[in-house]
């Protein structure tokens, strides 16, 4: 039986860059460990791996038969196909808690937090394993790429320490720097089809019996967006006709304006605009200081479903 770390479907920098740094942990303290994904990564989770020198983890669909450490999620709208005949032995997690559930204990490291490899950088100090200098710069650039750049609020003050002490190990004099380098390439979309710019970020959730999408695509201009915004709108229908969701919500979000224009497309459009005292125009809405999906968007959306 063979264990492995990995992240959500749809694989963001967070849930790539933690599983590969928990898979060197776990190797280190004497439990054997391969780093895996769900799903194709994105250009900036790309971006990364290749700057500091790593492949990408081996893409696995099932880990039936298998042991398995999740990382940055708890909720199994994300989990992998055959979960129940997986063995979950442990979640490390900056989320809200989820549905997943075991038969056995596990080891479970969740933290409100900005993101998942400030808590295993945590792990590594309570292990008292020294992190190499291409995993600490990885693990720094995840947490520059959650927290927007200590711009979201879900960046916490350990974030910001957490990146500090990575930085150093890395030897990375100028990490803003660095992260405004990794959101430049998260901003390029012209040329990339409307499909995979709206899964490439992308979560479904369950919202009290209502099956919800919601993705996100982060740049530092948000006008990238305005020759393709129809287009957006009308594969977000797509999106919720080939899924039958009730609810799908896009967020082009603006991280130098601080802010996102959210296109929505539902069953019911008076439940997004309840939860979030606006007008719907057209389907759209700008959202002022709205930068995280995670803390803005899903704890105020949920409850109008209830």
């Not at 500091?52 to 893409?59: C, H, K, N, R, S």
């Not at 204990?105 to 808590?119: A, D, Q, S, Y």
């Not at 008292?128 to 927007?148: G, H, Q, R, W, Y």
């Not at 996100?216 to 020759?227: I, N, P, T, Y």
Request: hydrophobic fraction near 40%; charge should be negative; include cysteine.
């Amino acid at each position: 039986m063979a264990l492995y770390t990995c992240g959500h479907i749809i694989p963001d920098s967070d849930s790539v860059c933690s599983a590969i740094s928990l898979a060197y942990l776990l190797n280190k303290i004497g439990r054997p460990a391969t780093p895996a994904r769900q799903g194709e990564l994105n250009p900036e989770t790309k971006f990364i791996l290749d700057k500091f020198g790593f492949e990408a983890p081996v893409l696995k669909t099932s880990f039936a038969g298998d042991e398995l450490f999740i990382t940055d999620y708890s909720d199994i709208a994300q989990a992998p196909q055959e979960l129940d005949k997986t063995t979950v032995v442990g979640i490390v997690d900056h989320h809200k808690l989820g549905d997943i559930t075991t038969s056995a204990p596990l080891e479970c490291w969740i933290r409100p937090v900005g993101c998942t490899n400030t808590i295993v950088k945590e792990m590594y100090d309570y292990h008292k394993v020294e992190i190499p200098a291409n995993i600490a710069a990885i693990m720094m650039c995840a947490i520059l790429s959650d927290t927007v750049i200590f711009k979201s609020p879900t960046c916490t003050a350990l974030d910001i320490q957490v990146v500090k002490e990575l930085a150093k190990i890395a030897n990375v004099e100028d990490y803003g720097a660095l992260g405004m380098e990794m959101f430049k390439v998260k901003s390029e979309v012209e040329g990339t089809p409307v499909r995979d710019l709206v899964m490439r970020d992308y979560k479904n959730f369950d919202m009290h019996g209502k099956k919800v999408g919601v993705g996100q695509l982060e740049v530092v201009d948000g006008s990238v967006f305005d020759k393709i915004k129809d287009e957006l709108m009308a594969d977000i229908k797509k999106v919720k006709e080939e899924q039958n969701l009730h609810t799908v919500a896009l967020l082009l979000t603006d991280i130098m304006k601080e802010g996102s224009e959210v296109l929505v497309t539902s069953d019911d459009t008076s439940i997004f605009e309840k939860a979030f005292n606006c007008k719907l125009e057209d389907g759209k809405v700008w959202l002022d200081g709205c930068l995280s999906r995670k803390k803005q968007i899903i704890p105020f959306l949920e409850p109008a479903f209830a």
